[in-house]
């Protein structure tokens, strides 16, 4: 059974920076598309940035060159980066894996809180 845990959430100021680690177990992370949703309160869960199996990448328009999303095969990890972090990126973060005939699947998720 595939299981996903995050890591790596916390309180930040605005322009600081945070990593995003979400690992992946009962399986290869490089087989699946893996992705990272976020949560706001009052608000539907968003696609942030995936990375399919093939390697290529994309991003919300709202993170695109702030947020990088890299896998780390050897680790069977996915990591996100988060620079320039803004108050509006203030959320519940979910990992995400899916690949034909199987998932999706999601991780607990872990907190972001951007604030002064």
């Known amino acids: 059974q595939v299981q996903l845990v995050e890591s790596g959430g916390g309180l930040v100021e605005p322009g600081g920076s945070l990593r995003l680690s979400c690992v992946l177990s009962?399986?290869?992370?490089?087989?699946?598309?893996m992705g990272w949703f976020r949560q706001a309160p009052g608000k539907q869960r968003e696609l942030v940035a995936r990375?399919?199996?093939?390697?290529?990448?994309n991003y919300a328009d709202s993170v695109n060159g702030r947020f990088t999303i890299s896998r780390d095969n050897a680790m069977n990890t996915v990591h996100l980066q988060m620079n320039s972090l803004k108050p509006e990126d203030t959320a519940v973060y979910y990992c995400?894996?899916?690949?034909?005939?199987?998932?999706?699947?999601w991780g607990q998720g872990t907190q972001v809180t951007v604030s002064s």
């Open positions: 995400h894996a899916i690949r034909a005939m199987y998932g999706p699947y």
């Open positions: 009962g399986s290869a992370v490089s087989i699946y598309d």
């Open positions: 990375i399919l199996s093939n390697g290529r990448t």
